[in-house]
T-cell receptor, first 113, second 114 residues
Framework: AQSVTQPDIHITVSEGASLELRCNYSYGATPYLFWYVQSPGQGLQLLLKYFSGDTLVQGIKGFEAEFKRSQSSFNLRKPSVHWSDAAEYFCAVGAGAGTALIFGKGTTLSVSS | NAGVTQTPKFRILKIGQSMTLQCTQDMNHNYMYWYRQDPGMGLKLIYYSVGAGITDKGEVPNGYNVSRSTTEDFPLRLELAAPSQTSVYFC?????????????FGPGTRLTVL
């Protein structure tokens, strides 16, 4: 069965510092991978997705993620964090056509000044 | 173009009461979904619909009912509210099936059952 693990429940990063949020998945074939962001009081917004091809994926708001099959990981990165990036981040995996996404438990990002 | 809208934003229910959470999308999407989000638990799929008149259960359907009489609306019904249904509920839609099509989420309904 598919599963998604986000090992870090809460991360605090200084404004301007780099960020990496970890995501590990469990799935036998090539998964469809997603990162969503949820700002306080808002619904989820898609940051980026990986289906195939180039393993480094660019998303919105300056985020990128790298798919590493050997490590079953899809970590989210940003070179320089802004205070407005404070939010909850969810990694999700999809198995194939018509299947629902499985979400991780989320990582809360705090940004300190 | 409002996207996915949900009402109400907040609600407090007493045990045993019933209510309907409303969800409407104006993007002419075929697929609609209901999720619940519990603290530290991510999102769990309750029900989904692939088109008007067609609904199916997700991972956690017990205690809920849905209907889809139009493309735009996908209400979620709680018949006998229980404390275990205290959660934040999100409605979402996609043009066609996942994972190829992006899901768009509403702002959520925060429900407390006392």
């Amino acid at each position: 069965a598919q599963s998604v693990t986000q090992p870090d429940i809460h991360i605090t990063v200084s404004e301007g510092a780099s960020l990496e949020l970890r995501c590990n998945y469990s799935y036998g074939a090539t998964p469809y991978l997603f990162w969503y962001v949820q700002s306080p009081g808002q619904g989820l917004q898609l940051l980026l997705k990986y289906f195939s091809g180039d393993t480094l994926v660019q998303g919105i708001k300056g985020f990128e993620a790298e798919f590493k099959r050997s490590q079953s990981s899809f970590n989210l990165r940003k070179p320089s964090v802004h205070w407005s990036d404070a939010a909850e981040y969810f990694c999700a995996v999809g198995a194939g056509a018509g299947t629902a996404l499985i979400f991780g438990k989320g990582t809360t990002l705090s940004v300190s000044s | 173009n409002a996207g996915v809208t949900q009402t109400p934003k907040f609600r407090i229910l007493k045990i045993g009461q019933s209510m309907t959470l409303q969800c409407t999308q104006d993007m002419n999407h075929n697929y609609m979904y209901w999720y619940r989000q519990d603290p530290g638990m991510g999102l769990k799929l309750i029900y989904y619909s692939v088109g008007a008149g067609i609904t199916d259960k997700g991972e956690v359907p017990n205690g809920y009912n849905v209907s889809r009489s139009t493309t735009e609306d996908f209400p979620l019904r709680l018949e006998l509210a229980a404390p275990s249904q205290t959660s934040v509920y999100f409605c979402a839609s996609s043009l066609d099936s996942l994972p190829y099509n992006e899901q768009f989420f509403g702002p959520g309904t925060r429900l407390t059952v006392l």
